[in-house]
């Protein structure tokens, strides 16, 4: 890496961090309470943007840029819009692998993680409701929320975040190669999310082992993410790929009973076991060839 790569790299870390810390820091120095810390998830997101942003603006650079290449969409599009049901899906039936639980397609896993928000009036006509509906449709409801939810609103959100990660900082580190720079960049997500997971998301009450948990999450779907970006010739598969994953939290906490965030969890060791799975299957073997796609700047 040449001395302008680490100026920046170290400029587009310092104005995303700068900028994601200080909107929590004014959050809590205002009154804001974790219960209700997703208030600022959203703008906390856009940090990266806004480094990737600030660089292009310095740089003088298009606007197109920030695409990272042709956005015409191919087969690669397609694999990042259905791996993270599938990692959803399959964390589901791992779990009984790193805790004491198991899969429960009617729903009432994640009504038993809501009951203590619940009065005992509404979680016995919720229970109710549940027990007279087919699992197959609260499955099907479940997974075409992650699917459709997975290739809209959350890849539009997603987007900002990805424009940082998987072209502007992608291409200050490409020079060190494709392992080196996804791993340091998913290190580089890690550490940014810390504050967030450290007030309360998206562990409200393993907070310091989720942070360690966050770190290991975001090295190893960077991997994926880096992957499929350069296969896929733009950012937006990537995209489609974190904002799926966002998407698809919500299945082990819908279907599975047992466990708690920490193993069971898409962002817990389960999650992070099947995302390493789908790295070693899907990325290790094209590594190779997927290297040769770095072009540095």
Request: charged content about 10%; hydrophobic content about 55%; some cysteine.
């Amino acid at each position: 890496m040449t001395r302008s790569h680490l100026k920046a790299t170290a400029t587009f870390l310092v104005v995303t961090c700068g900028f994601s810390w200080a909107l929590l820091a004014i959050f809590f120095l205002t009154g804001g309470a974790s219960g209700r810390l997703l208030e600022v998830v959203l703008p906390y997101s856009m940090g990266p943007l806004a480094g990737a942003l600030y660089l292009q603006w310095r740089r003088q650079e298009k606007a197109l840029s920030l695409l990272g290449g042709d956005p015409f969409p191919n087969l690669w599009f397609l694999a990042a819009w259905v791996i993270p049901p599938a990692v959803g899906l399959v964390v589901v039936f791992a779990s009984p692998l790193f805790a004491p639980a198991h899969p429960s397609f009617s729903g009432l896993a994640h009504l038993e993680a809501m009951r203590s928000h619940l009065s005992a009036a509404t979680y016995a006509a919720a229970h109710q409701r549940l027990a007279q509906t087919s699992p197959g449709l609260v499955f099907g409801a479940a997974l075409g929320q992650a699917l459709f939810s997975g290739a809209t609103i959350d890849a539009v959100i997603a987007l900002g975040e990805e424009i940082g990660w998987r072209v502007t900082l992608l291409r200050e580190l490409a020079p060190l190669g494709f392992w080196r720079a996804s791993l340091l960049i998913g290190l580089a997500r890690g550490l940014w999310m810390v504050p967030l997971v450290l007030a309360g998301f998206p562990f409200p009450t393993h907070r310091l082992t989720g942070a360690l948990l966050m770190t290991a999450f975001s090295i190893v779907a960077s991997v994926v993410a880096t992957f499929l970006r350069l296969k896929g010739g733009s950012v937006l598969p990537a995209a489609l790929f974190a904002g799926g994953l966002n998407a698809s939290s919500h299945l082990p906490s819908f279907f599975v009973l047992g466990g708690s965030e920490r193993t069971t969890g898409l962002f817990g060791v389960t999650g992070i076991a099947v995302l390493a799975l789908v790295a070693l299957v899907i990325v290790l073997p094209r590594a190779g060839k997927t290297s040769r796609l770095f072009a540095p700047a």
